[in-house]
């Protein structure tokens, strides 16, 4: 009887609670907020964006709103297309494809693709200014174009192996190339030319790269003004004519095997005013013909010099300071004059700012520590200068061995800045203070 009494109490609560819920979770559902999902072109359909495009007339200008634009997009005919801060273009496969017309301009737009972002081929007069590009395979490709501006371009890579990733800019068989205010970062190579013609690269920032900046079969270069950090290899020309490349910062390109600046079959090279520091090896110069290396610091570096077959290379009134090594080279050598040296330990007697004796650019254990660096533990060791001495008896007839017979022997004034963090400064004083008169009260 009392189990039959609870039994039809809990039946008549379960029909009454049971409609209640029901409403609630209905009120519940109806209340939650509607999420619409953005319409998506189907395949073969114009996006909106690329209906407006169509619809400008030829030299016209196209001003996009503060959204995100998806969609694959194709122009042929002259026009401009400047977005709002904001702008953003969203793609599947290649966000933008350039081709067979003339003056493009791109201003003020992101770009984020599956694959290369910005396609270019066959333009004449093609600006980019302002343009973002990230999370995308690679950056922009051009092919058989000329007269071609990036200013102020953004490429940042995708986390990874250089073998996962694309080229920040590539150019190909193209003329009067202009880039400059770029900023790219964790990319395969910043910039990759081959066969341009005219090629200026001024003011661009590259770094966590392999190669920042890779050409060749490329004539009339000019490299200005970069800074290229931490990447495999600064600068990479090969099979090049007329370069130059002036007041650039290569630093920290100190893993295994990397490089400064690496040339290769290059002619008519001129290297000046530039700083290369903690490279493991600063330039490494392979048949060179007609180069001057001149007015650079070279600081810092394992090795500053790795020189092969390249008898027309002229390195003068450089400065060196706390590298391993100064050269290494061939049996054919090179002419080495007027640099300033932190390890000659020569005099000038007759105050003509130039060492009365020479200065001996190689010496064997030098060359052992580039290969073991362990071995610089040894170094100042009675033995490593007694084969240092050796080295300076043996140079007669040794063409293995560079020599500058004209050393500076007057270095300039060489600024060392210092970072000081006042209130760390501070704080460190307070707590020393602090400890010592506690200890002092303690005793």
């Known amino acids: ?10 039946g008549v609560l379960v029909g009454i609670l049971t409609p209640i819920v029901a409403e609630a979770s209905s009120e519940h559902q109806h209340e939650s907020p509607s999420f619409v999902q953005p319409k998506k ?6 996006s909106q964006l690329q209906k407006l495009i169509d619809r400008t007339e030829p030299g ?7 959204r995100v634009y998806r969609g694959s997009l194709s122009i042929t005919k002259p026009i401009t297309i400047i977005g709002m801060d904001g ?30 972002a910005i396609v270019v081929s066959n333009v004449q007069n ?14 922009i490709q051009i092919t058989k174009s000329e007269n071609i501006s990036l200013h102020d371009v953004d490429v940042l890579g995708k986390e990874g192996h250089f073998s996962s990733k694309g080229h920040a800019v590539a150019i190909y068989e ?10 790219i970062e964790q990319v395969l190579d910043g910039f990759y030319l081959e066969s341009v013609e005219d090629i200026h690269l001024t003011n661009n920032s590259i770094k966590n790269s392999r190669y920042a900046m890779h050409m060749m079969y490329s004539n009339h270069i000019e490299l200005a003004n970069n800074n290229l950090f931490n990447n495999m290899t600064g600068f990479m020309v090969m099979i090049a004519k007329d370069v130059q490349i002036s007041d650039n910062m290569v630093a920290k390109n100190n893993m295994l095997n990397s490089l400064g600046v690496y040339v290769y079959d290059v002619e008519n090279v001129l290297f000046e005013d530039n700083e290369l520091r903690e490279n493991t090896t600063a330039m490494d110069i392979q048949n060179a013909r007609d180069i001057t290396v001149e007015k650079n610091v070279f600081l810092v570096n394992g090795t500053v010099l790795h020189v092969q077959r390249s008898q027309e290379l002229f390195v003068q009134q450089n400065e060196f300071h706390g590298n391993i090594l100064t050269v290494r080279t061939d049996q054919q050598g090179f002419s080495l004059k007027r640099n300033y040296y932190d390890d000659y330990e020569g005099k000038d007697y007759n105050g003509d700012q130039i060492g009365d004796t020479q200065y001996i650019a ?9 290969r073991k660096p362990v071995y610089q533990y040894f170094m100042e060791s009675p ?11 043996v140079t007669e007839n040794n063409t293995q061995v560079v020599v500058d017979e004209y050393p500076i022997i007057l270095k300039k004034p060489f600024s060392l800045e210092i970072d000081i963090h006042i209130w760390q400064l501070l704080i460190s004083s307070i707590l020393l203070i602090s400890m010592l008169i506690i200890r002092r009260r303690l005793k």
């Not at 072109?41 to 114009?46: A, D, I, M, R, S």
């Not at 494809?97 to 693709?113: G, K």
């Not at 093609?126 to 950056?139: E, F, P, R, T």
């Not at 193209?174 to 400059?180: E, R």
């Open 41 to 46: 072109p189907l395949k073969g359909e114009k």
């Open 87 to 116: 702008t953003k273009i969203h793609s599947l496969t290649t966000a933008l494809t350039v081709s067979d017309t003339q003056n493009v301009v791109l201003e003020n737009i992101s770009f984020q693709a599956e694959n290369t």
């Open 362 to 370: 190689t010496n064997s254990f030098g060359q052992w520590m580039v």
């Open 60 to 66: 016209g200008t196209l001003f996009l709103e503060k």
């Open 383 to 393: 033995s490593v200068v007694t084969l240092n001495m050796m080295d300076t008896e």
């Open 126 to 139: 093609i600006h980019l200014k302002n343009v973002g590009i990230g999370d995308s395979m690679a950056g």
């Open 1 to 10: 009887m009392k189990n039959w009494i609870i039994a039809t109490v809990c």
């Open 174 to 183: 193209s003329k009067k190339i202009t880039a400059t205010d770029n900023d």
